[in-house]
């Protein structure tokens, strides 16, 4: 999550931690929770990271906490754009294409697509082989839980099918530069 904080502080400029909660909802919601609470956490380590600062403004008679991205902070949201995916890959790679034009470079941003092209392909290809095992040991399954295994594997099916249109889908974007 600091990250994407990151990001939308150097798209925004400075921000209020109730401006980012709504820069949130409107935008990264979408692929990432974060509760007033998460935002608050996560703001307070990257003040203790020297990530970001803090200036207090006076703004209609009450006092309001202003957080702006530093040069450290800057630094370090641009290594994690370029850094290989880790986490849940689905929010790793919509936080990075949902800030993909901070990246200035045309060919910078196509290698960074790619990248999530290459790593969607290694699940894909960790979940059809898992997929195949799964099929050789059919057989084996009680009928008691056969009802149970197709559930199951229906799970898995769903995953196959989300990455492969996923596949499609970032291959084809890292096509149009």
């Known amino acids: ?86 986490g849940d890959l689905e929010t790793a790679a919509l936080s990075r294409l949902f800030l993909l034009g901070l990246v200035e470079d045309r060919d910078e941003r196509r290698g960074i697509v790619e990248g999530i092209v290459g790593e969607i392909g290694r699940e894909l290809a960790e979940l059809e082989a898992f997929a195949r095992v799964l099929d050789e040991q059919e057989p084996t399954i009680p009928p008691a839980y056969r009802e149970v295994f197709r559930y199951q594997r229906a799970t898995l099916d769903y995953g196959v099918v989300a990455h492969r249109s996923a596949l499609e889908w970032f291959t084809a974007l890292a096509g149009e530069g």
Do not use: C
Not at 3 to 21: E, R
Not at 63 to 78: L, N, R
């Open 1 to 86: 999550m600091g990250n994407v904080i990151l990001g939308l502080l150097l798209l925004l400029g400075p921000q209020t931690l109730y401006s980012l909660n709504k820069q949130f909802q409107q935008g990264p919601s979408l692929f990432y929770r974060a509760s007033f609470g998460s935002l608050q956490s996560a703001l307070k380590a990257l003040l203790a990271a020297g990530s970001v600062d803090v200036h207090e403004r006076v703004e209609g008679g009450r006092a309001k906490k202003a957080y702006e991205i530093t040069d450290a902070g800057s630094v370090a949201f641009h290594a994690w754009i370029r850094s290989p995916l880790g």
